[in-house]
């Protein structure tokens, strides 16, 4: 089989590893790829936003399946041009990765459907959004209603923050056209869970729980960031509360999804928050998350291939979904500077040490192949992922591998996974 992968990140090179391991692949393709997909895969230098050139690229190699790993194709319609080719593709179509695209579209469906979440407003004009906050209580949740590569969404503690934030997001138009709309939420508190599922269009199956750190610095202070790093699985994630989700949270949203007429197939990353009250939705995704994947990916046990042609073919029901009985962790180094300014082009050592070493993994992310080497290029540089019999053994795996990668200003969190000594 050949296998086309679109996108260009660290989830990418997580789900092109997945891909290598499948018996069904001879040939993977990747568009553009990285230095590190290009070890395992033929990178060819398609813009993930060329739907028309990554059709004709799919078509001209016959590819047998397209799989979209980032979320701005997919929200931009990506899946139906490939369909209407009559390429067989992997991610929802643009109908259905509106539940990403748009933060009020997923907010009203949660709440006509019952389904678990905290209370919000939508606006569509700064001068609307104002009054609210008048008689608002703080700190509350501002929210860029379409796609802000995951920086739209701000805390405010203050009347004072949140206009400043109003402002950034409608007046200055921060984020271009995704601000045209805000949405305003509850702040919610307790602890964050990513959960993963593998959608038909009827059935969900969620995979293993991660838990993300989405801060720059440790402690969780410092801006929001793409994600510094992750752990997998959550413990406080019990089955008593996987449960809870199963039945009042995936299900339901498959069976919105269906309502609407807008069947979701594909992955369905669904962030929770766990609060006192029970677990709420804070946000849809409509794709694998980043580092997510890099955690949740190498302990699946199930040929990645099998699983994504069963939710193609409506067939997700027949899939014995297994992960492994461990845990993983990745650190995420970056350029110093992220997720501001940071300094591009820094040679990398190191990496022929994760070769050949069971159970460790180095996920590029912004990495260039050069002729002196691979070189940074982008704040979030690699994803270092190790295994391990618990959480706290893949912790110090993952911290001794960290060591063995150099380049220039490179930079990290110290503390990923240090939730898990409160559990
Ligand atoms: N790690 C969060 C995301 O992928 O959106």
Same mark, same amino acid.
């Given at each position: 089989?050949?296998?086309?992968? =679109? ?38 230098? $398609? ?41 067989? @593709? ?7 990765? $509106? ?95 990513? =959960? ?68 979701? @197939? ?52 027949? =899939? ?84 063995? @990668? ?18």
């Amino acid at each position: 089989m050949k296998v086309f992968i =679109v996108g260009s990140g660290g989830r990418e090179h997580a789900i092109a590893a997945s891909v290598a391991k499948s018996r069904k692949v001879d040939q993977i393709y990747c568009a553009p790829g990285n230095g590190g997909i290009a070890e395992i895969a033929e990178c060819v230098s $398609i813009g993930a936003m060329e739907f028309e050139k990554l059709a004709d690229f799919a078509e001209e190699k016959e590819i047998d399946l397209t799989i979209i790993g980032m979320d701005d194709p997919l929200v931009g319609g990506i899946v139906d041009v490939f369909e209407e080719r009559g390429l067989r @593709v992997f991610g929802p179509r643009k109908n259905a990765a $509106i539940i990403e695209g748009s933060k009020s579209f997923s907010k009203d469906l949660m709440k006509k459907y019952g389904i678990p979440t905290c209370h919000y407003e939508t606006f569509h004009s700064p001068e609307e959004a104002l009054l609210y906050l008048e008689t608002a209580s703080f700190p509350i949740v501002l929210k860029a209603d379409g796609l802000a590569l995951g920086k739209g969404v701000l805390i405010c503690n203050t009347p004072e923050e949140a206009e400043e934030g109003i402002a950034t997001l409608m007046l200055d138009k921060q984020f271009g056209d995704a601000g045209d709309t805000v949405v305003i939420e509850d702040f919610m508190t307790g602890r964050e869970v990513s =959960v993963l599922c593998y959608c038909d269009g009827t059935h969900i199956k969620p995979m293993t729980s991660a838990q993300d750190h989405k801060r720059a610095k440790d402690g969780d202070r410092g801006l929001n960031t793409g994600g510094m790093g992750t752990f997998s699985p959550s413990p406080f994630y019990t089955p008593e509360i996987q449960k809870f989700c199963e039945t009042k949270i995936y299900q339901p949203t498959m069976d919105a999804m269906k309502a609407e007429g807008r069947d979701f @197939v594909g992955i369905l990353f669904v962030g929770l928050m766990l609060t006192p009250e029970g677990p709420k939705v804070l946000e849809y995704n409509a794709r694998f998350g980043d580092p997510e994947a890099q955690v949740v990916l190498p302990r699946m046990k199930n040929d990645i291939i099998d699983v994504m042609e069963a939710c193609i073919d409506g067939k997700l029901n027949q =899939v014995d979904l297994q992960f492994e009985d461990n845990a993983a962790v990745c650190v995420v180094l970056a350029s110093d500077g992220y997720p501001e300014k940071y300094e591009k082009g820094k040679r990398i050592t190191g990496l022929e040490k994760f070769k050949d070493k069971e159970g460790y993994y180095v996920f590029h992310a912004g990495t260039k192949a050069t002729d002196e080497g691979i070189v940074t290029n982008g704040g979030r540089v690699l994803g270092v992922t190790a295994k391990g019999a618990d959480l706290k053994e893949a912790r110090a795996n993952a911290y001794q591998a960290v060591q063995w @990668v150099s380049f220039e200003n490179k930079y990290m969190r110290n503390d990923i996974g240090k939730a898990i000594d409160e559990a």
